[in-house]
């Protein structure tokens, strides 16, 4: 069964530090890795994705992506109290079916003033 | 401004009534999916959709229905045959190619007693 796993936290950082959030993925085929937010009662909100190994960055936001080991990471630069939300991994495998995204459980941030 | 809208925001029901969830895009999206959301819980795909008067299940599709007549369009119907209908329920939309991220609506709130 194609998986994608989170440390579920709480992850506590204080403000101004780096938050990195952490996702391993099973589906070897799986190409497209994406990063969404969701503050407690909302939507998830891509914050970026990431198809090629290495780093891409937006903003305070960095992915990182090493397919060999199957792992994809968030780090979040100067860190806010408005961060705090849990994060969500998603990997996509285009011959799957039909391009739909595995989700993990997420990762509860809480960047402590 | 383009997006997508879900409505109602919260919907209540007694059990055993069929009850029909709106999602609408202006994102001239072609594929659409319906999620369900459970507290500490990963998205879960209900239905999906990649064109118009087609319609794929997803990984929970017992006890849903959908339809695709219009593009921008893809209601989704829980019926009485669904055990536990009580949810977060997200739509969300994406191109057919490329990364195919998808963006999600603000969701619904169904509670059913």
């Known amino acids: 069964q194609k998986e994608v796993e989170q440390n579920s936290g709480p992850l506590s950082v204080p403000e101004g530090a780096i938050a990195s959030l952490n996702c391993t993925y099973s589906?070897?085929?799986?190409?497209?890795f994406f990063w969404y937010r969701q503050y407690s009662g909302k939507s998830p909100e891509l914050i970026m994705f990431?198809?090629?190994?290495g780093d891409k960055e937006d903003g305070r936001f960095t992915a990182q992506l090493n397919k060999a080991s199957q792992y994809v990471s968030l780090l979040i630069r100067d860190s806010q109290p408005s961060d705090s939300a849990t994060y969500l991994c998603?990997?996509?495998?285009?011959?799957?079916?039909?391009?739909?995204?595995?989700f993990g459980k997420g990762t509860k941030l809480s960047v402590k003033p | 401004d383009g997006g997508i809208t879900q409505s109602p925001k919260y919907l209540f029901r007694k059990e055993g009534q069929n009850v029909t969830l709106s999602c609408e895009q202006n994102?001239?999206?072609?594929?659409m999916y319906w999620y369900r959301q459970d507290p500490g819980q990963g998205l879960r795909l209900i239905y999906y959709?990649?064109?118009?008067?087609?319609?794929q299940k997803g990984d929970i599709a017992e006890g849903y229905s959908v339809s695709r007549e219009k593009k921008e369009s893809f209601p989704l119907t829980v019926t009485s045959a669904q055990k536990n209908p009580t949810a977060f329920y997200l739509c969300?939309?994406?191109?057919?190619?490329?990364?195919?991220?998808?963006?999600f609506g603000p969701g619904t709130r169904l509670t059913v007693t």
């Open positions: 969300a939309s994406s191109i057919v190619g490329g990364p195919r991220e998808q963006y």
């Open positions: 589906d070897r085929g799986s190409q497209s």
């Open positions: 990431i198809y090629s190994n």
């Open positions: 998603a990997a996509l495998n285009y011959g799957g079916s039909q391009g739909n995204l595995i």
């Open positions: 994102l001239n999206h072609d594929a």
């Open positions: 959709s990649q064109i118009v008067n087609d319609f």
